[in-house]
């Protein structure tokens, strides 16, 4: 089986779409896995996948830019050299400049599609092209429940909208991992207001959607039952021109909360580490989370989070820990949670649940549930031309033995006189007269 993956870039969150675990299982499974992004060939992220074996082409795909129809014709070139079984897009710019390139190509078999759609994309135009496929695969039963409802249609075929969560690698977030002396030694001289502090970890930057103004809420209410409270966030301490950003630095200068805030920047590779070392990892998010990534790698290390009772933070922590689940929006309510979590720590269970072997599992049979699809309806389209070509040959009349037009022979008449030619007359006169002379 050939499986060919289509994305802007290499860049995005890994551990969201699994990429280089998934082509490493293609591979390990004896399947060809192709990979065709915008990154450059000396690219890290690409040695490493060439490194497990993917074949590897660039393509630049952008996101929501025009330039990237330019490549219509070299993603045509490509479908046509592989002929892939599957292909699979990850965003809606390399799923139309699929479409386009499908049109005219020439393949012996047209390719099974399949499209993962990451989070609550308007149902438009925009987002058509990953709608025209196969099989969609949604990121939590929320994204499918949104997408059913867009698209107006509840009872959709499972077939057509399969839910795979994703999923955690196991080894590099191991249960109740505990962040190196180095690290914390390093971390502490870095940054020595968070030594013999509580960390509330934000993970993610500042804006509008990610609600870190609840921050405000529990550093207020909880500052003075908790004096060594203090909230991490994963962003820089300035962002020119950012309204959210500076809206939040004011506020929390003005109720004088700033000492208990630090900034540790949004490029880091130790986010682990982060996650494993914090007391609580805060999932406030204002608007409805898809995957809610972070939450669940902190679960999976053991570390307690609390977020807000709706989409992807409900689905994760409903079954591995429904004490951090908070209702939605109430103020009250979340600081009521941080504290009990600070005066009795309770930490999540050991979980097989969402897990990066368990999503390339589900992927894997995805892509082989369409590619017999596949190798059905073409037996099934020979066995039907099979089918009429005998019907054909059984229909044609049978042809003659002697290759001698046969003419109307009328019936003789029994009463009927023979008279004999003038011909056939003197041949029996000669006859007799050789007769007669042979007489003694």
Same mark, same amino acid.
């Given at each position: ?26 591979? $390990?499974? !004896?399947?060809?896995? @192709?990979? +065709?992004? /915008? ?5 890290? =992220?690409?040695?490493? &996948?060439? %490194? ?28 046509? $050299?592989? !002929?892939?079984?599957? @292909?699979? +897009?990850? /965003? ?5 400049? =699929?479409?386009?390139? &499908?049109? %005219? ?45 867009? =698209? ?289």
């Amino acid at each position: 089986m050939k499986v060919m993956r289509l994305l802007s870039s290499l860049k995005h969150d890994e551990s969201e779409r699994g990429i280089f675990h998934l082509g490493r299982a293609l591979v $390990k499974n !004896e399947h060809t896995s @192709i990979i +065709v992004s /915008s990154a450059d060939e000396d690219n890290d =992220l690409v040695r490493r &996948l060439k %490194r497990d074996g993917n074949i590897y082409h660039q393509l630049h795909m952008n996101k929501k830019s025009w330039l990237s129809l330019l490549q219509v014709s070299s993603l045509r070139h490509l479908i046509e $050299k592989y !002929e892939p079984d599957v @292909i699979h +897009v990850h /965003s809606r710019t390399p799923a139309w400049i =699929l479409h386009l390139a &499908l049109r %005219r190509a020439r393949v012996r078999r047209l390719p099974k599609l399949v499209s993962t759609m990451y989070g609550f994309y308007p149902i438009n135009k925009y987002s058509q092209a990953l709608l025209d496929v196969d099989t969609i695969i949604t990121v939590s039963d929320s994204v499918t429940n949104y997408l059913k409802k867009g =698209l107006r249609r509840e009872d959709v075929d499972p077939t057509i909208i399969k839910r795979i969560y994703r999923g955690i690698d196991t080894r590099r977030y191991p249960y109740r991992h505990n962040p190196s002396v180095y690290w914390l030694r390093h971390t502490f001289a870095e940054y020595p207001e968070l030594e013999h502090k509580k960390w509330l970890v934000f993970p993610t930057v500042i804006g509008n959607e990610y609600g870190q103004e609840w921050l405000i809420d529990i550093l207020g209410n909880l500052q003075e039952q908790f004096p060594n409270i203090h909230a991490i966030i994963m962003d820089d301490d300035f962002r020119d021109g950012d309204v959210a950003h500076e809206d939040f630095r004011q506020r929390s200068n003005t109720l004088e909360l700033a000492e208990r805030i630090t900034y540790v920047g949004s490029k880091r590779n130790d986010m682990r580490e982060w996650l494993s070392a914090a007391n609580i990892v805060m999932a406030l998010a204002n608007e409805p989370e898809s995957i809610g990534i972070n939450a669940l790698q902190a679960i999976h290390l053991g570390t307690p989070v609390i977020g807000w009772d709706q989409a992807a933070f409900s689905e994760i922590l409903q079954p591995l820990y429904p004490q951090g689940l908070v209702k939605k929006y109430n103020a009250n309510a979340l600081c009521k949670a941080v504290r009990n979590q600070l005066e009795s720590v309770t930490r999540p269970e050991m979980t097989n649940k969402f897990t990066m072997r368990e999503m390339i599992e589900e992927t894997l049979a995805v892509y082989q549930g369409l590619y017999d699809h596949a190798l059905a309806e073409e037996q099934a389209k020979a066995d039907a031309i099979a089918v009429r070509r005998i019907k054909k040959s059984l229909k044609k009349p049978a042809k003659p033995i002697l290759n001698v037009a046969v003419k109307n022979v009328e019936p003789v008449n029994k009463n009927a006189t023979v008279k004999l030619s003038k011909e056939a007359s003197k041949i029996v006169d000669t006859a007799k007269i050789a007769e007669d002379h042979q007489e003694p």
